[in-house]
């Protein structure tokens, strides 16, 4: 297995672009989240999705749009970048259960300029 | 949700065994501790969790105090690569209505020395 994987490792963007993060996991997963992470800090939770078709907020999702039209894939969305999204962006899954084992992928920087 | 206080740093000889210590003496009875770590640039990666008896994998092993209010992280045989930031986090099972908040701290960061 893969796990859970991330494109692209790195991105550069001016302000008021927009652009869509992607995250893959193959462990059919029916939990998948977002997170970012700013330097120095914990990660914070900005959308996840219990099941394809339903997403829901997190801690910090102005910003940010979310959709997961199948169980492996959860793209999320940043409609006009600000110098604030700066930040490595972190997706992770989980089995439905009474548990928060999660996976993680291995994150994407993200810069706005 | 339980808070979870932990110290900041620690320093561990290779070879030797690491005890993270955390302490979470609001915890409520229902609630699980999980350990987490992080290696600089990665993802988070899982380590263990438990509810009341001691845990282990062949990653670590997860001493809670008899109370609850504490438990500690064992790294039987510390390596290099064990140089992380260590996140305890206190949380009930997921239920749907009540979102999926996972809130990492700031955590102790370990630095295992040759």
């Known amino acids: 297995n893969a796990g859970v994987t991330q494109t692209p490792k790195f991105q550069v963007l001016k302000t008021g672009q927009s652009m869509t993060l992607q995250c893959a996991q193959d462990m059919n997963h029916e939990y998948m989240s977002w997170y970012r992470q700013d330097p120095g800090m914990g990660l914070r939770l900005i959308h996840y999705?219990?099941?394809?078709?339903?997403?829901d907020q997190g801690e910090v999702p102005n910003g940010y749009n979310v959709s997961r039209s199948t169980t492996e894939d959860f793209p999320l969305r940043l409609l006009s970048a600000a110098p604030s999204q700066t930040s490595v962006y972190f997706c992770a899954s989980r089995k439905a259960g009474r548990t928060y084992e999660q996976y993680f992928g291995p994150g994407t920087r993200l810069t706005v300029t | 949700d339980a808070k979870t206080t932990q110290p900041p740093s620690m320093d561990c000889a290779e070879g030797r065994a690491a005890n993270l210590p955390c302490n979470h003496s609001t915890i409520s009875g229902n609630e699980y501790v999980y350990w987490y770590r992080q290696i600089h640039s990665q993802g988070p990666q899982y380590i263990i969790h438990?509810?009341?008896n001691n845990e282990t994998n062949e990653m670590a092993s997860l001493i809670i105090t008899e109370d609850r209010k504490s438990s500690t992280l064992i790294l039987p045989h510390a390596t290099l690569r064990d140089t992380a930031v260590y996140y305890c986090i206190v949380r009930p099972p997921p239920m749907v209505s009540s979102g999926q908040n996972f809130v990492f701290g700031p955590g102790t960061r370990l630095s295992v020395l040759p």
């Open positions: 999705s219990v099941g394809a078709g339903i997403t």
């Open positions: 438990g509810l009341k």
